[in-house]
């Protein structure tokens, strides 16, 4: 090794040890990152809770112990899937609207209930058990017991569903009025949503008397009380409970894009459910009588063109023939005040006070006709199910040979007269048939679409374009013109267009 080397070496030494005493000397200084005393960490709150809140908290801790042992989890074994796509439907509440199931696979849910008698009789949502294969009800309570239940009777008009466990001494929920539940008072959901049993949310109502025509059964009694207080797939069938412990609802649905909570939830009112349950039990089936009319609410045009000063009551769009309100007189375009003495300002609730009877029993009817009031006393009937409907609504009215068209600019709205097969094809015995309707004209925003037949305006028969021509010649800007139409799926439907 050359001297060079030697020297470079060791200045390269001496260099290392003083630049490592002079970091030992320097670290030596800073203090040890051990605490060498006891933190004393902070208990007193830092705000004094009112009265009146720590008294609703406590509420809500006393409910939530004594109402969850009384909510039970169901879970479902449906049966094999066979490309059904109402099953599918009803089977997407509980996993979402991308969930798929492998074809010849049994299908499976879950959901929740309200225990209602010591010996085991169960409050769930007719879709969470009525595609439950035989001996596919399991009921799990909150102390961990499970039981596999028997069905009851289902209610797909209401969405109730009763089912049996064989058990005694059960924690049994008590139930309130939801006839006196309001908008705007806190409320508890408590069920088994996604798999997280006994979960308890809590909201206020926000609405009362929803329709929100969740299957399109025209049958369906929608009244439903709207909650924020989170409902997600699983608690279908929980309790809906106020803020004494009283359960008001049966949550049953949420309105959603994406299958799980986006802030709307729905319940059955605890009256009903509990009415329906009843006649389960003691029938296994339900008996309900019918009026045989379709109804809407009465909308500001409608009421200008039917001569009401105001919107109110219920409109009859249709009366089946043979039906309880044809037998005692009811007609197209009467508007229903109340029934029973009780003021009825939507279509689901006449379908309340209605669904609430059996055949046979009689409901009286104050009636708005013509601008005056009538009253009607109408014997139901049990439900029938011979509505026509065109099995083939594509198949229009593709054979018109009729010479007369007629546009209306006014309406938005072209018209040709009827051709014999189009009439028999409708099976109307006359009208005119609309042949075009422009998009956003006031027409098509009322609804009035192509292919529809317009049998009336303003309850004067239209035989033929010069008949609509001679009601609407006497019409003026702002002026409503109430037409009755039969659509390609043979329903009679009004529908009040406002002359622009």
Known sequence: MSKKAIFVSAFLFVFALAFGAAMVVNFSNVKSLVANSQIDFQTSPPVQTSTDLKGLNDAFVEISKIVTPSVVFIDVTGKAKQ?????????QFFFGPD????????QHGSGSGV???????????????????ESGIKVILSDKREYTAKLVGTDPNTDIAVIKIDADNLTVSSVGNSDNVQVGQWVLAIGNPMGLNNTVTAGI????GRNINIDGNSYAINNFIQTDAVINPGNSGGALVDINGLVVGINAAIKTTTGYYQGYGFAIPINIAKNVASELIKNGKIERGYIGVSIKDVDSKEAKGLG???ARGVLIQNVIKGGAGDDAGLKTGDIVFSVDGKDVNAANELQTIIGSKRPGETALLVVYRDGKTMDFSVKLKPRTDDL????????ENKEETASTIKKFESLGLIVTDLTEAARKLNEVEYGVLVKDVAHFSEAFNRGLRSGYVIVEADKK???SISDLEDVLSGKSKGDVVVFKVATQMKDIRLVAIEIQ
């Open 83 to 91: 490309n059904n796509e109402e099953m599918d439907k009803n089977f």
């Open 461 to 463: 028969p239209v035989r």
């Open 205 to 208: 109502v926000s609405a009362l």
């Open 388 to 395: 026509s409907v065109n099995n083939n609504p594509q198949n």
């Open 308 to 310: 009401l000063e105001k």
């Open 115 to 133: 225990i209602i008698s010591k010996d085991g009789y169960i409050i769930t949502n007719n879709h969470v058990v009525s595609k439950a294969d």
């Open 99 to 106: 969930m798929q199931m492998p074809d010849n696979m049994p």
